[in-house]
């Protein structure tokens, strides 16, 4: 293979995205281990940035390094004891073997492996035209395809009634019940101070739904 | 640059490479020591505000004095106590200037020069956002104390809520330029969007401003409660950065404000002398940064749950009729996917502005309704309790003064 920086570039993302899965589930401190996951998903983004999908890339800094792995950062937070448990148990042969069959299938897609055994028609069988490169303004694209009634407009609606459930229900989650509406609300607590720990919990998980 | 390094007989590639690191180096220079004269416009101008003179000792106008404070910021002991998650701890301050610096790659000073020209300019805009979250967050966490801690909590739950009236405030010139690249936006910025959309300008500057974490946002830091919040165990170079961080940010706000809003380097004979460009984008960028001073030492600090409240009951459904309002009066006026000159641009412009005003006017007047209904009803609860037989506590005229 031609070195060239792309190829290089390309190795270092790859470095970074392994790298990091790798140290997510064999480090011990469950805090560490989110921020390894963080910089998996920095590689995979700037993989994405790599094959010409400047918005993808974005949208995955926005969304799974900006919300859902400060989630995760919040979970193990309100976890208590969190760095003096074991974040371990017996299940890693079961994922062993999950990740070696995912493995096993993706590669059997993307390489011309299945073919020259004599399967027809299981792999992708990418070439050099195929898939083509992406389009300069893939993002206009991707605009009206998701308004075109002929093509995502209802798979994009469903999804953001989807979303729009989970908030409610989020909120009416954290909603105080009938007799925490007779005690005075927060907003009158005199003093500047901490809202009450239960408060800030309930707070949270509405913050970071209407985030995806 | 790059034509410099080809003569000298390198191949493209590498030439291509080194002109940009040094570029990178250049311009992050440049960001770090302009913090310095930064640092003392903040000074001279907070000195003001509050009516006194400021740093006016070392050098003209007290102008060496930041360099004598950075010199010893850095000379000073970098203290780390036990306990404290070691890379965590040292990486959270690099990750804070990082951020923030991320931002200057997109910004076009001149209508040449431009470090590169994404056409996602304004998601990689709101991508650099996040990461400055992860970095109070790492701060808090690795220093291993309790303050640190809330505060990181407070910062981060203050930087998603505004995150959300921001990236939709950003949305609008997004709309109403056609364009997510910056250097976009600014071409097709023939009337201010200032002008335009003054609205989404409001909503710009107050979700920026909490995204700064500055005052009256600065809860993440309230001294009186949580000491310094999330930095309350750095010490040294590493709290240096931290604040350099904080005032590149505020400057920063001024200059996507400026870009996004004000026209960027627009102005007149900028198509002969580009390079007067990046004059007009300084001189626009310092509005914003007097803003941000502006209401940072005039408007006290705003406690959690109204924080929230602000953001959420009343920033984030604004800004969707914004947009929704915006989006609307740009596809129903005729003609306003081709604008390629002022002069078709002043009447959509106009409109907008109208439409734009009459929003502003009717927010004032629910504003105005819901002020006057908590003011009677603390008042109601007052005078309930000077009539009452004894007056239960101290929370009625802490409440009524408010």
Redesign the interface.
């Known amino acids: 293979m031609e070195l060239?920086?792309e190829s290089l570039v390309f190795l270092l993302f790859s470095l970074i995205t392994l790298g990091g899965g790798l140290l997510v589930v064999t480090t011990r401190?469950l805090?560490?281990g989110a921020?390894f996951l963080?910089l998996s998903l920095f590689g995979v983004a700037g993989l994405f940035a790599l094959l010409t999908a400047?918005?993808l890339?974005?949208?995955q800094?926005?969304v799974y390094?900006?919300?859902i792995?400060?989630l995760i950062?919040?979970a193990i937070?309100l976890t208590p004891q969190v760095t003096a448990t074991r974040p371990s148990n017996n299940q890693w042969i079961a994922a062993l073997v999950v990740a070696v069959v995912l493995f096993a299938l993706l590669a059997s897609i993307v390489t011309p492996l299945m073919d020259e055994l004599g399967v027809e028609g299981w792999g992708a069988s990418f070439t050099e035209t195929d898939p083509p490169p992406v389009p300069?303004?893939s993002?206009a694209d991707l605009g009206a395809a998701f308004v075109d009634p002929q093509r995502f407009m209802l798979p994009f609606e469903v999804a953001s009634i989807l979303l729009m459930a989970a908030l409610v229900g989020a909120v009416m989650m954290v909603r105080p019940s009938r007799e925490d509406d007779e005690a005075?609300a927060?907003?009158?607590?005199?003093?500047?101070?901490?809202?009450a720990p239960p408060?800030?919990d309930a707070?949270?998980p509405?913050?970071?739904e209407?985030?995806e | 640059m790059t034509d410099f390094l080809i003569d000298l007989g390198l191949s493209r590639?590498l030439a291509v490479?080194i002109a940009k690191t040094l570029g990178v180096f250049a311009l992050a220079t440049i960001g770090l020591v302009w913090t310095i004269f930064l640092i003392w416009i903040e000074r001279k101008v907070a000195a003001r505000f509050q009516d006194r003179v400021g740093p006016n000792r070392a050098g003209p106008f007290g102008l060496v004095q930041s360099f004598a404070d950075a010199i010893k910021i850095i000379l000073k002991e970098d203290i780390m106590h036990r306990g404290v998650?070691r890379w965590?701890f040292n990486i959270a301050p690099l990750l804070s200037v990082m951020a923030v610096l991320m931002l200057w790659v997109v910004i076009p000073w001149t209508p040449t020069l431009v470090g590169v020209d994404?056409?996602?300019g304004v998601?990689?805009v709101?991508?650099a956002?996040?990461?400055s979250?992860?970095a109070i967050?790492?701060a808090g966490?690795g220093s291993n104390n309790k303050f640190a801690?809330?505060g990181a909590?407070r910062a981060?739950?203050q930087l998603?809520?505004y995150?959300?009236p921001t990236v939709l405030a950003l949305l609008v010139p997004v709309v109403l330029a056609g364009s997510?690249s910056l250097q976009g936006i600014v071409r097709e910025q023939h009337v201010m969007y200032a002008l335009a959309a003054p609205l989404t300008v409001l909503i710009f500057i107050i979700a920026s401003m909490a995204e700064l974490g500055r005052a009256p946002f600065d809860i993440l830091e309230a001294e009186?409660?949580l000491v310094a919040g999330y930095q309350v165990e750095y010490s040294g170079f590493k709290f240096g950065l931290f604040y350099v961080g904080e005032f590149l940010h505020a400057y920063t706000v001024g200059l996507t404000m400026a870009v996004f809003f004000l026209g960027g380097w627009r102005g007149p004979f900028v198509d002969d002398l580009p390079a007067l460009g990046a004059v007009y984008l300084f001189l626009k960028s310092f509005i914003g940064y007097f803003i941000v001073l502006w209401i940072r030492m005039t408007v006290p600090r705003v406690?959690?749950?109204?924080m929230?409240?602000l953001g959420?009951k009343f920033l984030v459904p604004l800004s969707l009729l914004n947009l929704v309002v915006v989006a609307l009066v740009w596809k129903i006026y005729p003609g306003t996917d081709s604008i390629d000159s002022f002069s078709e641009a002043i009447g959509p412009s106009l409109v907008l502005l109208v439409v734009n005003i009459l929003m502003i006017l009717g927010v004032g007047a629910v504003l105005r309704e819901q002020g006057r209904r908590e003011r009677e009803r603390i008042e109601a609860k007052q005078r309930a309790l000077e009539l009452g037989a004894e007056p239960v506590?101290?929370?009625a005229p802490?409440?009524a003064g408010r």
């Open positions: 060239t920086v401190n805090f560490h921020l963080m400047p918005f890339a974005g949208i800094v926005v390094i900006g919300a792995a400060i950062i919040f937070m300069e303004d993002i005075p927060p907003v009158e607590a005199a003093e500047v101070a901490e809202p408060r800030a707070v949270e509405v913050l970071v209407s985030q | 590639g490479l998650d965590v994404l056409s996602v998601v990689y709101i991508a956002g996040a990461i979250a992860i967050l790492m966490w801690l809330l909590f981060v739950a998603i809520s995150e959300v997510m009186s409660e406690r959690v749950d109204q929230l409240d959420w506590s101290d929370v802490a409440g």
